[in-house]
């Protein structure tokens, strides 16, 4: 059981910026792709960002140029920096693990892979 723990959810003004983080056993950075997924209220879960193993990245179009991920092996942590949050930014936000399949070709509009294992969700709501 992958054991992954977030933290850095709150609330923060549209225009803000949020720094989340999340910490999992040190051979989860070496050998798993990791991504961050988000829920809103009544939408169903969607993906934000994937950083696969060999450190390429992507994300969801809505946060292109906004949010960056990025990890430190060294403090086991992955990281997502928010910028200039937007009120439709406000969701659940969930550390991904996918061990199995890295995130390759990660499809955006479908629902996760049942290889992926989850943090509990910070939450970030983004007041106008």
């Known amino acids: 059981q992958v054991q992954l723990v977030e933290s850095g959810g709150g609330s923060v003004q549209a225009g803000g910026s949020l720094k989340l983080s999340c910490v999992a056993p040190?051979?989860?950075?070496?050998?798993?792709?990791m991504a961050w997924y988000r829920q809103a209220p009544g939408k169903e879960r969607e993906l934000v960002s994937t950083?696969?193993?060999?450190?390429?990245?992507t994300y969801r179009d809505s946060v292109k140029g906004r949010f960056t991920i990025s990890q430190d092996n060294a403090k086991n942590r992955l990281y997502l920096q928010m910028n200039s949050l937007k009120f439709e930014d406000t969701a659940v936000y969930y550390c991904?693990?996918?061990?199995?399949?890295?995130?390759?070709?990660?499809?955006?509009?479908?629902?996760?892979?049942?290889?992926?294992?989850w943090g509990q969700g910070p939450q970030v709501p983004v007041s106008s």
């Open positions: 950083l696969r193993v060999d450190g390429t990245s």
């Open positions: 991904a693990a996918d061990c199995l399949l890295d995130f390759l070709n990660a499809d955006y509009d479908s629902r996760a892979p049942d290889s992926v294992r």
């Open positions: 040190g051979y989860i950075f070496v050998s798993c792709g």
